[in-house]
């Protein structure tokens, strides 16, 4: 994927950092979008310690709710970089409660940031891929979106709509060499799910045939193979990465 442009949307997180560093040291240029409810710091001290690692990423402000912004940001990307190669949809969020406590604020919040914003953000990005006649959609979705789980409604909704999306569009785009999949993570070693109680986490890893939480780089790696010009015959489809935690 030499020269190939990719963006990574929510790529500061603890997956969204390791695809983006995977893409670049397969030869990508790579950018990164973030929010983080305008915390300009935050992403500025992010992007210098990668810096600090020899990753020189592009950063890109935008709320991905926003149709009108992620046009805004995707023409920006194309005027910065040249062109759109690869999109990774990785941004996403939860709130957990059970159905009858969630509110309708918790619900849509989750539904517009996991779901509404792979159509915005897909939907402006096809242009380019189109005109080139190629490109590479990945949508991060999860093992809870396959499963369910208790007290996820929202988030498991939205996951499970990003295979239905994925499958949808990769019909739609086959022949015109752009491909379009779905990768579904089990638990991952971030340091989000590290803060979990150790009595909680050790109960979890004990579902998992293989005894262990997954590396971030184990879905980068799967995600930079979907990405590169090889995996053009595999579109609409669905790659676990949970250890053997759900079977189907």
């Given at each position: 994927m030499k020269n190939k442009v990719a963006l990574v949307t929510g790529g500061m997180g603890g997956i969204g950092s390791h695809i983006a560093r995977y893409l670049a040291d397969h030869g990508a240029v790579v950018a990164v979008t973030y929010f983080k409810n305008g915390d300009h710091s935050a992403a500025e001290?992010?992007?210098?310690?990668?810096?600090?690692?020899?990753?020189?990423?592009?950063?890109?402000?935008?709320?991905?709710?926003?149709?009108?912004?992620?046009?805004?940001l995707i023409a920006k990307i194309v005027a910065d970089l040249g062109s759109l190669d690869i999109l990774v949809n990785n941004a996403g969020i939860t709130a957990d409660a059970t159905l009858v406590k969630m509110t309708p604020e918790h619900w849509h919040k989750v539904i517009d940031n996991n779901l509404h914003s792979i159509f915005n953000v897909t939907r402006n990005a096809l242009k380019p891929m189109l005109d080139k006649k190629y490109g590479r959609i990945i949508n991060i979705s999860s093992i809870n979106g396959q499963k369910g789980q208790f007290g996820q409604t929202n988030y498991c909704a939205s996951k499970a709509g990003i295979h239905g999306f994925t499958k949808a569009l990769a019909y739609e785009v086959a022949k015109k060499g752009v491909t379009v999949n779905t990768v579904s993570p089990g638990y991952v070693k971030t340091s989000m799910v590290e803060k979990v109680d150790e009595a909680i986490l050790q109960d979890i890893i004990k579902q998992i045939p293989v005894g262990r939480l997954a590396e971030p780089a184990e879905v980068a790696r799967a995600v930079a193979f979907l990405a590169s010009e090889d995996s053009g015959y595999i579109t609409g489809s669905n790659f676990s990465i949970n250890g053997g935690q759900h079977m189907y």
């Open positions: 001290a992010w992007l210098r310690e990668q810096k600090s690692q020899g990753y020189d990423f592009k950063i890109y402000y935008a709320d991905l709710t926003d149709f009108d912004a992620t046009e805004q």
